[in-house]
């Protein structure tokens, strides 16, 4: 009989951690939560400590990076939203855990510090893409590796040129046709921001040149990334959109969790279909590329001034187009110095923030 795991949810009452803790709970002779944090929802996530028995919790990204450092864990899902969740991922890694990573943007911005800590295999994505690309990822070696392709489902405005949506509003920007997910991530996914960190996220995590990973337009979200082989073969994983799979694998890996998502229905008819990346409309897989290749504070710089976009979008003050345009003008204008070190990262971070909102209020 295989071990219970022991499992800290950091994020508990966003809709990663919410799944997690369904997944658990379905899952009792799998699993046991011995640690919980939040952002900001007291409430809620007492409510889920009461409901899983759980003694140590957490409030905010710093009280969390404790947590993980004071209590004993097997398996750390990481399900914090934005940068701020750097510091758990390090603290994670460092107590040797499995670190489930559902938080993009600590690899992403941590980039090579990330990866000084982490031991091989230490880091199981939870993004649907990149859990697709590690269970494709087994039908070989490291070595019979051609590319790694990135599915994206083109957002609320596929098909629409660049001049179309220079009057997209912020309830526009998030109606997205395939998952639910918050403001930040969902507008990201609008501008294809979201694929962007992605592609620089799958380097990090597979170690595939960045010439080596391209974006498909796969509107129907059923198959959730491919891995093409040197042979010609192209392995591809497909499901139902339901990120209790991806989840339930980062919990588990690289064991599967049975009866976690309806598999596909093979006696009814499926068309899927795949289209090639407008970089005109949509240059944000460009930038990323431009942006991951530059590596060190860069990232940080990319991640920092679109979160600052995207909230000056909401608030009214910035066009949607402005959004990418603001981000590339702070990564061009950002002059790294010294080693990357979490210092570095919050100084980058700090700087890219400010000139977003000069360049922000300029307009």
Excluded at 52 to 66: C, I, K, Q, R
Excluded at 75 to 96: D, H, Q, W
Excluded at 285 to 299: C, D, E, F, H, Q
């Amino acid at each position: 009989m295989a071990t219970v795991r022991r499992v800290i949810i950091l994020g508990s009452t966003g809709s990663i951690g919410t799944q997690a803790l369904d997944v658990i709970a379905a899952n009792p002779d799998r699993f046991r939560v011995v640690g919980l944090s939040a952002g900001r929802n007291a409430e809620e996530l007492a409510v889920q400590a009461e409901r899983f028995g759980v003694v140590d919790t957490a409030l905010g990204a710093d009280d969390s990076e404790l947590l993980v450092r004071s209590v004993e864990a097997d398996v750390v899902l990481n399900g914090i939203t934005g940068s701020v969740g750097l510091g758990p991922t390090l603290a994670a890694l460092e107590t040797g855990a499995l670190l489930a990573l559902a938080n993009k943007e600590s690899l992403i911005v941590g980039g090579g510090l990330v990866k000084r800590v982490a031991a091989p295999g230490q880091i199981v994505p939870v993004d649907s893409e990149h859990s697709a690309i590690a269970q494709a990822l087994r039908a070989g070696a490291p070595e019979e590796v051609r590319r790694l392709v990135l599915t994206a489902s083109g957002g609320p405005f596929r098909g629409r040129s660049r001049d179309s949506l220079r009057d997209v509003t912020p309830r526009q920007a998030l109606a997205h046709p395939t998952w639910d997910m918050g403001l930040v991530v969902t507008t990201n996914s609008s501008t294809l921001v979201n694929k962007g960190l992605e592609v620089i996220e799958a380097h990090l995590l597979f170690d595939v040149p960045y010439d080596r990973i391209d974006v498909t337009v796969h509107p129907q979200s059923v198959i959730h990334s491919m891995v093409e082989f040197v042979d010609g073969s192209t392995i591809a994983q497909a499901s139902p959109p339901d990120m209790r799979l991806p989840i339930s694998l980062g919990l588990g890996w690289p064991d599967r969790v049975a009866g976690v998502g309806a598999p596909l229905d093979w006696s009814t008819a499926h068309t899927w279909t795949f289209e090639p990346l407008d970089d005109e409309a949509f240059p944000a897989v460009r930038l990323a590329k431009k942006v991951g290749m530059a590596s060190g504070t860069y990232p940080a710089v990319f991640n920092a001034a679109n979160e600052q976009a995207v909230a000056a979008f909401h608030a009214g003050a910035i066009g949607y187009l402005d959004i990418l345009e603001t981000v590339e003008r702070v990564v061009d204008a950002h002059v790294p110095s010294g080693e990357l070190t979490r210092e570095s990262l919050v100084h980058a971070e700090e700087w890219a923030r400010r000139k977003a909102d000069t360049l922000i209020a300029a307009r």
